[in-house]
């Protein structure tokens, strides 16, 4: 059974700063590709930042130069740290994890930008 536990989220002022962290239980981590999306009031979920079992990391044009995607595979955790946050990126934030033609979600974990 595989299962993905976030945290780190919260309320920060605008320019502030949030690190999330996503656990994943299993043994399929280290082959897998991790994702972290969100999703607004109202809007849809989107994909905010992914990175492979190698390391290598894509990111929406949103969050580039602010936001950062890392893993632990020794910790079996994947991070997102958040830099320079401004009120649009309020959302629930949700890590997903890819192997093949399996995903698994977590229960996501929201983050709140306001002055």
């Known amino acids: 059974q595989v299962q993905l536990v976030e945290s780190g989220g919260g309320l920060v002022q605008p320019g502030g700063s949030l690190r999330l962290s996503c656990v994943v239980s299993?043994?399929?981590?280290?082959?897998?590709?991790m994702a972290w999306y969100r999703q607004a009031p109202g809007k849809q979920r989107e994909l905010v930042a992914t990175?492979?079992?190698?390391?290598?990391?894509n990111y929406a044009d949103s969050v580039k130069g602010r936001f950062t995607i890392s893993r632990d595979n020794a910790k079996n955790t994947v991070y997102l740290q958040m830099n320079s946050l401004k009120p649009e990126d309020t959302a629930v934030y949700y890590c997903?994890?890819?192997?093949?033609?399996?995903?698994?979600w977590g229960q996501g974990t929201q983050v709140t930008v306001s002055s």
């Open positions: 997903k994890l890819i192997m093949g033609l399996m995903a698994y």
């Open positions: 299993g043994s399929i981590f280290s082959i897998s590709v």
């Open positions: 990175i492979t079992s190698s390391g290598s990391t």
